[in-house]
């Protein structure tokens, strides 16, 4: 049974550009969080898709953006990219109340 | 508002030894989960331990057990037995009602040979 996974595991991509980071939950689970992580702290909520709709969000600006597809995997969009948003994004999943976490995805933005 | 804090941001322990991390949360709920997650070098991270605040008992995982006080919001991990595979960022985590979670800044162990 394959666990959360995310592609990709790294990115680079310049200022203004546009990145899409993917996630796979793991097999029986129909919830998806997405986490942004900065180096040295603690992993920061971004929001989070059951059945396909946005249930909750953190605080975060509208360039962040997503999307749950039938299978309940997801995308997490981000637009205009700014330096700041170099991070390790976190995707977790969970059927009840306990997240499970992918690797994560490495952005660095130039 | 919910808040994690873990105020330790780093600690050490002899292979062997016994180490306790501590964590400090705030919230006006009764009924919710705590956890403590650890994240190794290779970033991946790991469910170690989850508490559920209506159960009194403390949960226990091996080696890997919590001091859960309810009335003082404290939920401390203790790791008996360290082994240098358990070198890690450890994150406590606070969740309710299956929303998002908050996570504390970690606390980063190294465990000495």
């Known amino acids: 049974d394959a666990g959360v996974t995310q592609s990709p595991t790294h990115l680079i991509k310049t200022r203004g550009q546009q990145v899409t980071l993917r996630c796979s939950p793991k097999s029986g689970h129909d919830t998806v969080s997405w986490y942004q992580q900065a180096l040295g702290q603690g992993p920061q909520f971004i929001f989070q898709?059951?059945?396909?709709?946005?249930?909750q969000r953190g605080n975060f600006p509208d360039r962040f953006s997503g999307h749950q597809f039938p299978n309940y995997s997801s995308e997490l969009n981000v637009n205009a990219l700014l330096l700041g948003d170099s991070a390790l994004y976190l995707c977790?999943?969970?059927?009840?109340?306990?997240?499970?976490f992918g690797p994560g995805t490495r952005l660095l933005v130039l | 508002a919910q808040t994690v804090t873990q105020s330790q941001p780093e600690m050490s322990v002899q292979e062997a030894e016994t180490v306790t991390l501590s964590c400090t949360y705030d919230?006006?709920?009764?009924?919710?989960?705590l956890f403590w997650y650890k994240q190794p070098p290779s970033r991946q991270m790991i469910l170690v331990i989850r508490q559920e605040a209506y159960k009194q008992q403390n949960a226990t995982e091996n080696r890997f057990s919590v001091n859960f006080q309810k009335a003082a919001k404290s939920f401390s991990l203790k790791i008996s037995d360290s082994q240098l595979g358990d070198a890690a960022m450890y994150f406590c985590a606070y969740v309710y009602n299956f929303n998002k979670f908050y996570f504390g800044s970690g606390t980063k162990l190294n465990v000495k040979p």
């Open positions: 898709y059951y059945e396909e709709e946005e249930r």
């Open positions: 919230t006006s709920e009764s009924d919710y989960y």
């Open positions: 977790a999943s969970s059927g009840g109340e306990t997240q499970y």
